[in-house]
């Protein structure tokens, strides 16, 4: 093939594509919804939609969006989560994944073994388990963060297999997946 065809027939592929599935500005009411979940997340569509995030929401929705995530989700106000969690259901939008952890730095937590840090990661654990129940998200994203060059990485990786189970303690009885 001609690279002057395939650059003609691709072109034609991708704006067929786009027009179908409705482009911004288009017929939002004529967006299929989405067979399978993506899940954008808050100002990715503060452009179109404004600042509000119901009406993000709202845009989402009428662009064929049917899930969401929100890293920061427990770092929002509970008026804020309490809109979110009452709005999903009415536009057909299933909370996804949010963030068990806020930044640690670089401090070592979960690989590491200062039982402080290792306590709070514990609390917040907690307190992310009390935003999902508000948001009705099933889904908690855990990341475990930085190693120590310090320790042995077997001593680390016993600690940090440690510390998951111990959370995992917390969230499972509600149904929450880590």
């Not at 179908?20 to 500005?25: K, M, P, Q, S």
């Not at 929002?76 to 939008?93: N, T, W, Y």
């Not at 908690?140 to 060059?149: I, K, Q, S």
């Not at 310090?150 to 001593?155: A, D, G, R």
Request: charged fraction near 20%; charge should be negative; glycine fraction near 8%.
């Amino acid at each position: 093939m001609r690279r002057r065809d395939f650059l003609t027939t691709t072109g034609a592929v991708c704006a067929a594509a786009v027009m179908g599935r409705g482009a911004v500005g288009a017929d939002a009411a004529s967006a299929e919804p989405f067979h399978l979940k993506f899940a954008p997340h808050f100002g990715m569509f503060a452009a179109s939609a404004g600042p509000d995030l119901v009406d993000q929401l709202k845009f989402a929705a009428d662009h064929g969006f049917r899930a969401w995530e929100d890293n920061t989700m427990p770092t929002r106000s509970v008026s804020d989560q309490e809109r979110v969690a009452a709005a999903m259901p009415k536009l057909g939008i299933e909370m996804g994944t949010i963030s068990a952890l806020g930044k640690f730095g670089y401090e070592v937590h979960f690989a590491g073994d200062d039982r402080d840090l290792r306590e709070k990661v514990l609390a917040q654990i907690t307190t992310t388990l009390e935003t999902s129940k508000r948001v009705n998200a099933k889904w908690m994203t855990v990341v475990c963060g930085n190693l120590d060059p310090k320790l042995p990485l077997n001593y680390q990786t016993a600690n940090a297999v440690d510390l998951l189970l111990r959370a995992c303690d917390i969230v499972e009885p509600h149904g929450v997946t880590m």
